[in-house]
């Protein structure tokens, strides 16, 4: 099992705070002996890619070989365009993608900066383990969203939960226990 986490929370208003519950459910999930980052990111209301990189790409390379990466909505749309950007000192043990929106129109789902390139499945390394969850009921982000995530990245594992919202019901047992099953 992984021993560090880190967690990048989602954008808007009161998106740290209210993502501090998801935290406290993998924290539970995981046990004392592994620990989770959990960094406040600026300028939550009007993320800007390169800064939220800067500091991702930092934070997992002070944590070394073996970290996992878990992100929240925006937090997750940044975590795998980083991955896909290539150039991390450190190669995380696993991605994991909560609730995550899939940038694609130039209507509403629209940042450049963040949107997949098309060869994205090319560019995230063979081994990678990476997981997309979300909820049937999200009420931020369609469910659709995955579906285009899972198209995208063919090697992902797909975890569609049932009954649960945008945060997910503040539940990440799933996510746990696949943390938790990383070799």
Request: charged share 25%.
């Amino acid at each position: 099992m992984a021993n560090q986490v880190l967690f990048i929370h989602g954008g808007g208003g009161g998106a740290y705070e209210a993502d501090e519950k998801l935290v406290a459910s993998l924290r539970g999930g995981l046990g004392a002996d592994c620990v989770v980052r959990y960094p406040e990111m600026p300028d939550e209301e009007e993320p800007d890619y390169q800064v939220w990189k800067n500091i991702i790409t930092r934070e997992l390379a002070d944590m070394g070989s073996g970290a996992v990466l878990v992100g929240h909505s925006i937090g997750a749309s940044v975590i795998i365009r980083v991955v896909a950007d290539g150039g991390l000192e450190q190669l995380p043990a696993g991605v994991f993608l909560l609730s995550a929106p899939f940038w694609h129109d130039h209507d509403f789902w629209k940042w450049k900066d963040v949107e997949l390139p098309p060869n994205a499945a090319e560019r995230i390394p063979a081994g990678l383990p990476v997981f997309l969850y979300h909820g049937r009921r999200d009420e931020s982000v369609p469910f659709s969203h995955v579906e285009m995530y899972a198209r995208a990245l063919p090697r992902a594992t797909v975890r569609p939960l049932d009954g649960r919202n945008h945060q997910l019901d503040d539940d990440l047992t799933e996510v746990a226990r696949d943390i938790m099953l990383l070799g």
